[in-house]
């Protein structure tokens, strides 16, 4: 990602999450070796102006992150902007981001499938604080249930598909949830990829 956004003082805007595989992958002394001259979280200040900086922005494609990176264009606070999100952006985020950009200053959007945390080379976790959501599933979901849901799909198909490996997705068929996360991430893995996925 830094790499892209070629030579040139950078900002890294991230969010909580990304904030973490961010920490995991770099040292300040390695961002500093890609001309990394701030790392923020996400947030819109209109009264800031950082021109001498493009803004490297790696985010989770949700409702609230692509609402601010609308406002962040808006207030014209960097020179140039790399969009990267770490799973399937929607296609009506991607127009609401071209709408925001009134100045033309996207110079790149790209998703980079790391919507989980690498532990090691061989581990990796989705950093969820709310887990046991799972053992306490029932007929009528909530809606933390329900995001909670949401995010290990979201996890396990970027794993899939930044991998790019052929699995065989085996659950519990008398598990709703077990069914539910199986289908969602056959689904979103399946639509990205010419991978041959079986649901036993």
């Not at 819109?44 to 609402?67: G, Q």
């Not at 264009?73 to 296609?91: G, Q, V």
């Not at 919507?115 to 090691?120: E, G």
């Not at 490996?165 to 068929?173: L, S």
């Amino acid at each position: 990602m830094l790499n892209e956004a070629s030579t040139g003082m950078k900002a890294v805007i991230l969010d909580d999450f990304t904030m973490n595989v961010v920490s995991a992958a770099f040292t300040q002394t390695e961002l500093l070796q890609k001309e990394v001259f701030l790392v923020e979280k996400l947030h819109v200040n209109p009264d800031k102006n950082m021109h001498h900086l493009k803004a490297v922005c790696f985010v989770r494609p949700t409702e609230e992150n692509i609402s601010l990176l609308c406002d962040l264009l808006k207030a014209n606070t960097y020179s140039e902007y790399f969009f990267f999100f770490s799973h399937i952006l929607k296609e009506t985020h991607l127009q609401a981001l071209a709408e925001a950009d009134e100045n033309g200053l996207v110079c790149q959007v790209q998703e980079v499938f790391a919507s989980y945390l690498a532990v090691d080379p061989f581990l990796f976790t989705l950093d969820l604080s709310n887990n046991h959501e799972f053992l306490q599933w029932k007929t009528h979901t909530s809606h933390s249930q329900l995001n909670a849901v949401d995010r290990v799909v979201e996890g396990l198909a970027a794993f899939l598909l930044s991998v790019k490996r052929r699995p065989t997705i085996r659950h519990q068929r008398s598990s709703e949830i077990s069914r539910r996360v199986a289908e969602d991430v056959w689904r979103l893995a399946g639509a990205y990829t010419r991978s041959h996925f079986h649901l036993t």
